[in-house]
């Protein structure tokens, strides 16, 4: 079967985005995992963290899906849902939408660029759970709030949160990769801890309202970004006193960087707002086999070189603070 296929990433974190808003491709739940594998494989013509369904929805101006490079379905993914976003507002001439998603209808609207020539986009990040059962997570207690984690790590303090995907986030000094990984790969392997796996990110505050993460995705590893896990990262940073509610916080990761701002309303109740690119990379058709998946072709169309170019200008920019 032929489809088209849009390349896109937000800070990074790249996906293949599949029309089925204005295409009837007719996939089965099977196809979807399937496609994750074969098109995702960072071996393969593509490579990618996950995919991205743009779909129709009955309550909601569009409905996205994402499937990570394992075949698995997250709840939802921040990065994803930008780059789902600008899609929609081209394809329907809008500057705010509600996108369904897979736990929570989200509203999403264009922003002032986060840096010159970079198209932005701003999205409400919800609901926020701090219920270890909601991740879940076997734990003592029904909150796990800056504490070791007996069985994970006797070094790493984490805080568990749903933000709906499943998270715990670490305050730490310095950036280790190794040891990050072997902590969050036990997380993700060991099931007695979190039975279904967990986003592990790793916060090193570096200036006023400015911090560093690193993310262990699930079902993806290590991750130039995940806007899920930033956004939980600046919950906990400003729960813990680093940074400030209601207030901007310079996000820097791998990929780039975003900005994030953890509302708090009069009834302790949190949201995080999510700002930054959606950049288009390149785009073609792709034609599978579903048997042999492995054996897909592409042929290329469009690559939009001028987005690239200028999101390389927001990388330097970002490696410069981050020194």
Do not use: W
Request: overall charge negative; some cysteine; proline content about 2%.
């Amino acid at each position: 079967m032929k489809f088209n296929v849009l390349k896109c990433h937000g800070s990074g974190n790249d996906f293949l985005l599949i029309d089925e808003y204005n295409n009837e491709y007719n996939f089965t739940e099977e196809d979807r995992v399937v496609l994750s594998k074969a098109l995702c494989d960072r071996n393969g013509l593509l490579g990618a963290d996950g995919i991205l369904f743009f779909q129709k929805s009955l309550t909601a101006d569009g409905k996205m899906r994402i499937f990570n490079a394992d075949g698995t379905e997250p709840e939802m993914c921040g990065n994803g849902l930008r780059c789902v976003t600008r899609y929609g507002f081209e394809l329907l001439k809008k500057d705010e939408m509600v996108i369904e998603t897979l736990k929570e209808n989200l509203v999403v609207r264009k922003v002032e660029d986060i840096y010159e020539n970079i198209k932005t986009f701003e999205v409400k990040i919800s609901p926020v759970s701090f219920n270890v059962n909601d991740l879940p997570m076997n734990f003592k207690k029904e909150t796990l709030f800056n504490e070791l984690v007996n069985g994970l790590s006797d070094k790493y303090k984490f805080t568990a949160v749903s933000l709906p995907n499943p998270h715990i986030i670490s305050i730490v000094d310095e950036i280790n990769i190794d040891e990050i990984v072997e902590v969050s790969k036990k997380a993700n392997t060991d099931r007695s801890i979190f039975p279904k796996g967990v986003n592990a990110s790793f916060v090193k505050p570096i200036g006023e309202q400015c911090i560093f993460v690193q993310t262990f995705e699930r079902g993806v590893g290590l991750t130039n970004a995940c806007g899920t896990g930033m956004s939980a990262s600046s919950l906990v940073s400003c729960l813990l006193g680093i940074n400030e509610f209601n207030k901007d916080i310079k996000v820097i990761n791998r990929g780039g960087m975003v900005r994030c701002n953890v509302q708090k309303n009069d009834k302790n109740e949190y949201s995080v707002l999510l700002i930054g690119n959606a950049t288009f990379v390149f785009a073609g058709e792709a034609d599978i086999d579903l048997k042999k998946p492995e054996s897909f072709t592409f042929v290329l169309k469009e690559e939009y070189n001028d987005e690239i170019e200028n999101y390389n200008k927001l990388v330097d920019y970002t490696a410069k603070i981050n020194k």
